[in-house]
């Protein structure tokens, strides 16, 4: 079967695709990568959203070498949503002051997006729709254009969606209490640390979730995984055995697992040259993501524990973001003790603004990840090979961190998730832990052979190349 798509006289094409990501960073940031993943086999690609997120999408993502069809964004209107700033002493770490947007995204985007899906669908032989599991309400009515399919697209571990599959089912029974788990069928180990849905997600975005389950496609023609079998072959099987009516997709790594020329060249951040001068798996990388904003008692914390553990390191230290980030308005700068760049001298940097975090945990002198265990951050560790200090924050990280850890073995766990703050002495600890003890080294070394069978399983005739490939061919048939 030829996987190529043609262009047939008359404008009409055989397959179109269309992403629909929920409004937020980690969630635009994946499905921007699996748009130039297809889009490099000559499948036209359509981005939605609004304006002010595929501007963000856009100005944040990683440089990828031009394809022959570029990925094409539409902007659509969607109502006001008005969201206050982050609020670091929130009793909930989980960022509640984004859900105005993805509810705004969510509701607003259905009308817009079903006459764009209308005019495709005239145009091309299928219309072939990857929707952001947290979007389902947009894509209401999908089923009813017969020349259009659906995938929704889970942005979290499979390991996640397993443990979450399970407990819909009543299969999976966890104690709020003694935090032990019980699974079947021997596929994880009997005893987990595994924090509950309630801990995991404040009530207001546990009810969004619901209802945007509630309206997942009921023809749907498969769900879409951000790894690979690889990295979660036991978690996979798992759903597949829960929910065998679908045909499940793992398409990952989305991101790129190899740093190209080009690149490296468009990455001018001045840490780059910094890193060039470290030695060999010298430093580690610190950065909690885009939705995390730490008390000014916490980060106090961290740079004391950084400084103390005499390793050099790189810390992006942000304020999570705003529902628009190119709000001009305010933005809170957290302060460090006094006197403290004299303190650590050259031994580590301290960055305010975006930081290319693939290309800094690509650089052979990047020996250590400390982070949040963001499905993204998890994602970019394992296939560049880094170990990670496992520090989660809310949503699916806690479960991340399980996985990391205890499954893959590729990590260390900072301390319980549930602190209310994290000391120096913990941070100083799991940095010399990770860095320089034998136990960093032997997780270390289960980071760099899990990299390297992961992108070993990329190249032509990997395991994970066949599984795209499979999906190339099964949308373009």
Not at 204 to 209: A, H, K, T, W
Not at 300 to 328: P, Y
């Amino acid at each position: 079967m030829n996987n190529q798509n043609h262009v047939i006289p008359g404008n009409y094409v055989s397959v179109v695709v269309v992403m629909i990501p929920l409004p937020a960073q980690g969630h635009l940031n994946q499905l921007l990568h699996l748009s130039h993943l297809l889009s490099s086999y000559d499948i036209p690609v359509h981005f939605v959203g609004s304006a002010t997120h595929n501007r963000q999408a856009k100005l944040r993502r990683v440089h990828n070498d031009e394809t022959s069809h570029p990925i094409q964004f539409h902007d659509f209107d969607i109502r006001p949503y008005p969201c206050p700033p982050p609020n670091p002493t929130a009793t909930h770490k989980f960022p509640s002051h984004l859900i105005p947007s993805f509810t705004a995204a969510a509701n607003h985007l259905h009308r817009p997006l079903a006459t764009f899906l209308h005019t495709l669908s005239s145009k091309a032989k299928r219309v072939v729709v990857i929707h952001d599991s947290l979007m389902s309400s947009a894509v209401q009515g999908v089923d009813t254009i017969s020349n259009t399919e659906s995938y929704t697209f889970h942005t979290v571990s499979a390991f996640a969606v397993a443990l979450h599959s399970l407990e819909r089912q009543g299969l999976f029974i966890g104690s709020s209490n003694d935090k032990t788990t019980t699974l079947y069928d021997g596929y994880f180990p009997k005893e987990l640390n595994v924090a509950s849905m309630e801990e995991c997600f404040p009530k207001e975005f546990l009810e969004f979730i619901g209802s945007q389950f509630r309206q997942l496609p009921k023809k749907g023609a498969g769900k879409i995984y951000n790894t690979c079998r690889v990295i979660e072959g036991q978690s996979l099987e798992v759903i597949e055995r829960v929910e065998p009516q679908f045909r499940h997709w793992a398409l990952g790594p989305f991101n790129p697992v190899k740093i190209s020329s080009s690149m490296k060249s468009c990455s001018s951040h001045s840490c780059m040259a910094w890193l060039d001068q470290q030695e060999p798996r010298s430093v580690i990388y610190v950065s909690f993501g885009t939705t995390t904003a730490m008390k000014d008692e916490q980060i106090k914390e961290i740079a004391i524990g950084l400084a103390r553990s005499d390793q050099k390191f790189i810390w992006v230290l942000r304020d999570a973001d705003k529902g628009d980030v190119f709000d001009v308005g305010k933005v809170r700068k957290s302060k460090l003790p006094e006197g403290y760049k004299h303190l650590i001298g050259d031994r580590g940097l301290v960055i305010r603004d975006w930081a290319p975090q693939v290309e800094i945990l690509s650089h052979w002198a990047t020996g250590g990840f400390m982070t949040h265990c963001g499905w993204n951050s998890c994602m970019e560790s394992i296939t560049t090979g880094v170990p990670v200090a496992a520090w989660p924050m809310h949503s699916d990280q806690p479960r991340n961190m399980v996985l990391m850890t205890m499954v893959l073995r590729v990590g260390v766990v900072l301390q319980v998730w549930r602190q209310e703050v994290v000391t120096a002495d913990a941070v100083e600890e799991v940095v010399r832990k990770l860095m320089v003890s034998e136990e960093g080294e032997e997780v270390r070394k289960n980071a760099e052979k899990l990299g390297n069978v992961v992108r070993q399983s990329v190249e032509d005739g990997g395991e994970s190349r066949r599984e795209l490939e499979a999906f190339i061919a099964h949308i373009t048939r």
